[in-house]
């Protein structure tokens, strides 16, 4: 059974930073892709950042570049997410997702596109106050 765990949300103040981690496990293989996404309360939930691990190459969003890094352990099959300088505006729940379609490239990771991937998360709260 394929499960997939993020951990690290929390509370902290503008300005901060906390590390979101994420742990895919029981597919047989490290997936080929995994990705962040995030929702806030009554927004539409938008793509954070993308890896593919094979080559390990990253993709981030307009709106995390210069505050958000992304890295991998191929040993652990897990990915974070370092966020730093955290805004009001990164309030959301977190969650991770991962493919493990041969198919998942570069180009998938550069499109953020939900519908790639497979499995989720059940997502880590991160608040950010003023």
């Known amino acids: 059974q394929v499960q997939v765990v993020e951990s690290g949300g929390g509370s902290v103040q503008a300005g901060g930073s906390l590390r979101l981690s994420c742990a895919a496990s029981g597919y047989g293989y490290r997936p080929y892709c995994m990705a962040w996404f995030r929702q806030a309360p009554g927004k539409e939930r938008e793509g954070v950042a993308a890896l593919y691990t094979s080559g390990r190459s990253t993709y981030l969003a307009d709106s995390v570049k210069g505050r958000f890094t992304t890295s991998q352990d191929n040993a652990k099959n897990t990915v974070y997410l370092q966020m730093n300088s955290l805004r009001p505006e990164d309030t959301a729940m977190y969650y991770c997702?991962?493919?493990?379609?041969?198919?998942?490239?570069?180009?998938?990771?550069?499109?953020?596109?939900?519908?790639?991937?497979?499995?989720w998360g059940q997502g880590t709260q991160v608040t950010v106050s003023s």
């Open positions: 997702a991962a493919s493990f379609s041969t198919l998942c490239d570069l180009t998938t990771i550069q499109a953020l596109g939900e519908t790639d991937y497979t499995y």
